[in-house]
């Protein structure tokens, strides 16, 4: 006589280190055209890189020129939050280091800024990464929202939150706390 005992599933997903992300990639299985990172040990596919989002990075990159004698200016490239969060933010202004980070990605203390380019990911970045910037103290997180034509900028991480907010949208400009007198237009981020 068969049991008719009840079977529940239970989560069995496995969370991956960045080793093993990495061993992936060298065993094939993520190719090195994948658009994914790792949050929270989980591999997560992003978002296609559209026309207005590859503007808005481009342009960001440009306006951020002019700190790279006091920062490095780093594009849809990982930081390493720890071994199960390698998020790669669409743009990163770092601390200088005397290795030019040649020999690892930066942590969360070498971040000044990251910023989050979203056209259709808005709710996965406010919802997913922010709250991950957060619980690692990067201390602003720009998420520039280009379907509201503006930008967030949110300071003062405490646990999973920030506690400051400022909406900046067009003509307004927006400026980094690591350099304040750095003025961002929004009028040519947030183009549409």
């Known amino acids: 006589m068969m049991g008719t005992g009840t079977h529940t599933l239970t989560d ?13 990639a060298e065993a094939g299985i993520l190719e090195p055209d994948d658009r994914v990172e790792l949050l929270d040990g989980q591999v997560v596919e992003m978002s296609p890189i559209g026309i207005r989002h590859a503007y808005a990075v481009d342009t960001l990159t440009d306006m951020f020129f002019s700190v790279r004698e006091q920062a490095i200016v780093r594009v849809q490239n990982p930081v390493r939050l720890d071994p199960k969060n390698e998020p790669e933010p669409d743009l990163s202004l770092l601390k200088r280091r005397p290795d030019g980070y040649s020999r690892s990605h930066p942590g969360p203390s070498d971040v000044l800024l990251v910023i989050e380019v979203s056209d259709s990911s808005i709710q996965f970045d406010r919802e997913t990464k922010l709250p991950l910037y957060a619980r690692f103290g990067l201390p602003e997180v720009w998420l520039v929202d280009l379907q509201a034509g503006q930008i967030e900028i949110h300071r003062r991480p405490s646990g999973k939150a920030y506690t400051h907010l400022t909406r900046v949208k067009p003509p307004a400009s927006a400026r980094p706390e690591a350099f304040p007198d750095l003025r961002i237009d929004t009028a040519f981020i947030c183009r549409t």
């Open 12 to 24: 069995t997903r496995r969370r991956f280190t960045v080793d093993d992300y990495y061993r992936m």
